[in-house]
């Protein structure tokens, strides 16, 4: 498998409590496998993200095959281990100033708090850094912890689309949630 292109993320670090956000690289491959092979973690986010997760799953991921990893995609490490990831996909033309993001995060490391901190760092870094007026993501409706995750960083939560989304044959509905530039406290 080789090593994902060198781009403008490479050398990023963003440090917090007990955790570090960082580029994928090739050698996480089994840390993913093990913290992504999980039907806990899998029925919260895309389908994009399988179960069972294989190794080919991995590779394919670490390989920039399943997301545009010249976007902003890190990973989440902790006692130096890649854990959980997060990521944004900016957006084109008159939506070039807004992105969306996601994460998720190993089982182990749930309910401490750790994503919570981990947006904390990620969400206002990625608006600066990408000159962003609005980031925001969207939530299944039977996941409130992510959706509380969100709203404990200053996320507002701006409406629902319904029925928007079939997995494993069930509709779900997706809470949307954004933070705009002007919450940052920055000029326009």
Partial sequence: MPEPAADRWDG?????????????????????????????????????FPHPYT???????????????????????IGGEACGGIGARPGSGERARSAEFGYWLGHAHWGRGTMTRVVAAFAPWMMRELALHRLFATVLDGNPASARVLEKNGFVEEGVQRCAVLKHGRLHDLRVFAKVRRDLGDPP
């Avoid at 190794?55 to 545009?68: H, Q």
């Fill in 12 to 48: 990023i670090r963003l440090g917090g409590d007990g955790f570090v956000l960082r580029r994928w690289r090739r050698d996480d491959l089994d840390a993913l496998v093990r913290h992504a092979d999980d039907a806990r973690v899998a029925r919260a986010v895309s389908d994009r």
């Fill in 55 to 77: 190794r080919e799953d991995g590779i394919r991921f670490l390989s920039g095959e399943v997301v545009d990893l010249s976007q902003p995609v890190f990973a989440i490490e």
